[in-house]
């Protein structure tokens, strides 16, 4: 019997009597996410010099790149969004690809991971939005066009982060759910073939399941989970960067 | 996979999960930013005004450089030009010298020529004076010698003739 579950729920303790707090799988690997990145970020940010050797042209170049990217989508006077954008989109990719490990599950397998993501940039374009509009001047957006309008508007803002979180949820959980369903398909179809074997041991191993899910993987995984958390960052940048128009245009509004 | 009972659904809001994930998030975000973004970022931006400024540097060098060769070049045409005018000055001048002293020499020479011309002049007009004199006396001396004796034909030939060699000879 195939059972597709969420994360399993690690331990529970009761926060001074007042709540239960659980840990899931999720926290697990978001938390090994964090580690990761803590101790690549400080590995990498030392001993920066001038003239730089093999591992800081490589460091420059992907630094590089990311602040290219976002300036293409948000715009120069958006650069400083660049560090962040850098940490969503590593704590994704690495969120997901940590299921490869085969002991964890993925951070993003979990929609309370990628909602909080998502609102996290929501909560950034309402932030900007009032920043620069005041409340009521981004209350009125809403009825932008035309008052009709309205009820949209408000759909498609809540929509927004539900769509993102939704969308990148999806792809690693159900990309992991297609896996576990081609390991437990590859195990029947291994047993159908070694049936005829007597001994009870060997008719047993899966021997389908050497090789095959290595290379769908490659897509379901590395593939799937690249793109996601570059979907995921490109979203971002392109909501906070409308968000945050350029200067000369916000003085002509 | 690690074991446990309890598991969540499939889809599930956590709020827990939702607290750490944001927690680390901000972690990753604040670590990346102090430790790798910045620094990286500012050592990227500092090789490229370094190099910008070397480049601008090299500008400006050759902008002098050309500078300075217009400026050498319009004063070494500007001496051509001057020497050019000493040379024509000069040769000028030692024309209008060489003439003046050819006209100079020219003159001087006639002066002598004049001063010459009159001193011969002026001796000829004193030796003729001279052989005035010289005559006169000679006539004296030839009518004493004429009255004291008596004259012949013959002795009149040789009286002459003595009156001349004795010119020649006093003469020469």
Not at chain 2, 34 to 52: A, G, H, S, T
């Amino acid at each position: 019997m195939i059972e597709v579950t969420g994360p399993k729920i690690l331990f529970t303790f009761s926060f001074f009597g007042l709540f239960d707090v659980t840990i899931t799988e999720t926290v697990l690997s978001s938390f090994l996410v964090m580690l990761t990145l803590v101790i690549l970020s400080i590995c990498l940010g030392r001993n920066l010099k001038k003239r730089p050797g093999r591992r800081q042209v490589l460091v420059e170049k992907v630094v590089q790149m990311l602040y290219n990217m976002v300036r293409d989508t948000m715009g120069e006077h958006n650069l400083r969004f660049a560090p962040y954008i850098g940490a969503l989109f590593c704590s994704s990719l690495l969120g997901t690809l940590i299921s490869m490990l085969g002991f964890f599950r993925s951070a993003t397998a979990d929609i309370s991971t990628t909602i909080t993501w998502a609102l996290v940039t929501s909560v950034l374009v309402w932030f900007y939005n009032i920043k620069n509009n005041g409340f009521f001047g981004w209350l009125k957006g809403f009825t932008e066009p035309i008052v009709v309008m309205t009820p949209m508007n408000i759909v498609s803002e809540i929509a927004q982060p539900v769509s993102m979180a939704f969308r990148h949820f999806g792809n690693v959980a159900g990309g992991s759910v297609l896996t576990m369903l081609i390991y437990n398909a590859l195990a029947a179809v291994s047993a159908l073939i070694l049936g005829w074997i007597p001994n009870a041991f060997i008719s047993s191993i899966p021997i389908l399941q050497v090789g095959i899910p290595a290379v769908l993987s490659l897509y379901f995984d590395l593939f799937s989970g690249f793109i996601q958390a570059l979907v995921f960052s490109m979203l971002t940048m392109v909501y906070v960067g409308a968000a945050c128009p350029p200067p000369a245009e916000k003085n002509a509004k | 996979m690690l074991n446990s009972a309890a598991t969540e659904p499939f889809i599930s809001l956590n709020i827990w999960t939702s607290i750490f994930t944001l927690c680390n998030l901000l972690i990753v975000f604040l670590i990346m930013k102090k430790f790798l973004f910045k620094p990286v970022k500012k050592m990227i931006d500092d090789r490229q005004k370094e190099i910008d400024d070397q480049y601008a540097d090299a500008e400006q060098s050759k902008a002098d450089a050309a500078e300075l060769k217009a400026r050498y070049e319009a004063r070494l045409s500007e001496a051509n030009a001057e020497k050019e005018a000493i040379l024509k000055d000069a040769y000028r001048k030692a024309q209008l010298r060489d003439e003046e002293m050819l006209r100079q020499a020219q003159e001087q020479a006639a002066a002598t020529l004049r001063r010459a011309d009159e001193q011969i002049a002026l001796e000829k007009k004193r030796a003729m004076n001279d052989i005035k004199d010289e005559v006169s006396v000679m006539a004296v001396d030839i009518a004493s010698a004429v009255l004291a004796r008596d004259i012949k034909k013959s002795e009149h030939a040789e009286l002459i003739d003595s009156f001349i060699e004795n010119l020649g000879e006093s003469h020469d």
